[in-house]
């Protein structure tokens, strides 16, 4: 047998609940007797290992079975060859759209197609996958009852862990988060959750941009004008805390202009007491000087950290002149110029002088 019918063999056979990609292929002696026929493919209980090596010939041995079935084979052929097809490639759109075909014409079931993207989402590099996240979210959409929210977060979890910052994984949160936006407790545990898992990923700006989308929603979620802002102080204490504890992090600092707009959009809030603690909060990072117990006092993250402060600083002075026109005074815009251009090579703000 071709590596093609041994990896078809594999899956009709075998429930494979996991595939792993090996930087080589496994030696045939060191594989269990009855699964040695199947070498190089590594099958071990319900895990399916393969070798990039394998892996290229068999995308080549896949394509030419897939481009070469004729319209006319019968379903089951077409779903044999589109199920190896997507596994291996899930961005080949024109296999993606006959699993459709095969779910929309009853050949597959949506409970088993499920199952089959679950494997799939095993392999880190497909958890980023663009067509096989908009697959699923097609399968929900089609049939809403197979919708586990704890199973898609958690999924969604193990994405962005085998591969970090993961955009695709994220957008899906997303599109979960939109259907539970009149769910309270639901959303409450998504921004518990989502500010849990920054802490320790704090470099993650997918997450990030998600925990800014929640936001608005988990603060509509308060009873009453005072509560709201109770909630908000304590979002804006959060971030002050997570930056300090790690410092030098962009997705941190721009969260903050994200707060920004979300405070613009609350009733009865003093923005300006606001700004002006995002400035005092600036001068305190600038004259900061670390204690030795400090987590991490690297000169380079302390620059970063100044870095970033200097940047937001510059764009929380035009923000504010452009948003509230307030007028802030030039000196400090030019004063945070000054500063960032003696830590910063990139390319700086014009002279507010110019911009407002």
């Not at 014409?105 to 989402?121: H, K, N, P, T, Y």
Request: hydrophobic residues 40%; charged residues 20%; negative net charge.
């Amino acid at each position: 047998m071709d590596h093609y019918d041994k990896l078809v063999e594999i899956l009709e056979k075998h429930s494979i609940d996991e595939v792993g990609l090996l930087p080589c292929d496994p030696p045939k002696d060191d594989m269990p007797i009855q699964t040695r026929a199947y070498h190089p493919l590594l099958l071990i209980d319900t895990k399916l290992g393969i070798s990039l090596e394998a892996l290229t010939i068999l995308l080549q041995q896949a394509h030419e079975q897939f481009v070469n079935l004729p319209s006319t084979a019968p379903d089951q052929t077409w779903e044999q060859v589109s199920r190896v097809m997507i596994l291996l490639k899930p961005d080949n759109t024109t296999a993606m759209n006959a699993r459709k075909r095969l779910v929309h014409s009853g050949v597959v079931s949506v409970q088993r197609e499920l199952a089959l993207l679950d494997l799939i989402f095993t392999v880190a590099r497909h958890t980023k996958s663009a067509a096989a996240w908009h697959h699923r979210e097609w399968l929900l959409t089609r049939e809403p009852q197979w919708l586990d929210m704890s199973k898609e977060r958690r999924l969604c979890s193990q994405s962005a862990t085998l591969h970090p910052r993961n955009y695709y994984a994220w957008s899906h949160r997303r599109w979960l988060l939109e259907r539970i936006l009149d769910n309270r407790l639901a959303v409450d545990d998504e921004y518990h959750t989502t500010t849990t898992w920054i802490e320790h990923h704090v470099s993650d700006h997918s997450a990030v941009h998600h925990l800014g989308q929640l936001l608005p929603a988990w603060l509509g979620f308060a009873p009453s004008s005072d509560s709201c802002q109770a909630r908000l102080k304590a979002h804006l204490v959060w971030v002050d805390t997570t930056t300090q504890q790690y410092p030098g992090h962009e997705a941190l600092w721009m969260h903050r202009r994200t707060c920004a707009q979300v405070i613009l959009t609350i009733p009865d809030l003093a923005m300006t007491d606001w700004v002006r603690a995002q400035h005092r909060w600036i001068d305190m990072i600038l004259q900061y000087q670390p204690l030795a117990s400090d987590l991490d006092t690297s000169p380079d993250k302390l620059q970063q950290q100044r870095t970033h402060a200097l940047h937001f600083g510059t764009w929380l002075c035009l923000w504010s002149n452009k948003a509230l026109h307030w007028q802030i005074p030039d000196d400090r815009y030019h004063r945070y110029l000054g500063q960032l251009r003696s830590l910063d090579d990139r390319p700086c703000y014009q002279p507010l002088s110019q911009l407002c």
